[in-house]
């Protein structure tokens, strides 16, 4: 979110914020850009594979790890399980009305 404006009102600091938007629809909605350059950017983008992305960081990060330490054995990354959770929730106790 980026600050719109800065207020002082009775003591107090009010800020203000634009809506939340990623750098990609900042550029993409700026004037300053040119069509050749919003559409190599659209290209781009629409081309990233965010999980593909994670892929190569790790694997590259396991090759960097290796340089740095050849006499360990480097395991691969546990891939990560989504496990569900369960919330108890008190159940109200019955009333009875006699």
Avoid: C, W
């Amino acid at each position: 979110m980026k600050l719109q404006s800065k207020e002082r009102a009775s003591g107090k600091i009010k800020r203000r914020y634009d809506t939340a938007k990623t750098p990609y629809q900042r550029v993409m909605e700026s004037p300053d850009v040119s069509e050749g350059v919003r559409r190599e950017l659209s290209r781009v983008y629409r081309s990233l594979n965010p999980a593909k992305l994670k892929r190569e960081i790790d694997r590259k990060l396991t090759l960097l790890y290796q340089a740095k330490h050849p006499s360990q054995k480097v395991e691969s990354q546990k891939k990560l399980h989504p496990s569900t959770v369960t919330f108890l929730i008190a159940q109200p106790e019955p009333v009875s009305v006699t």
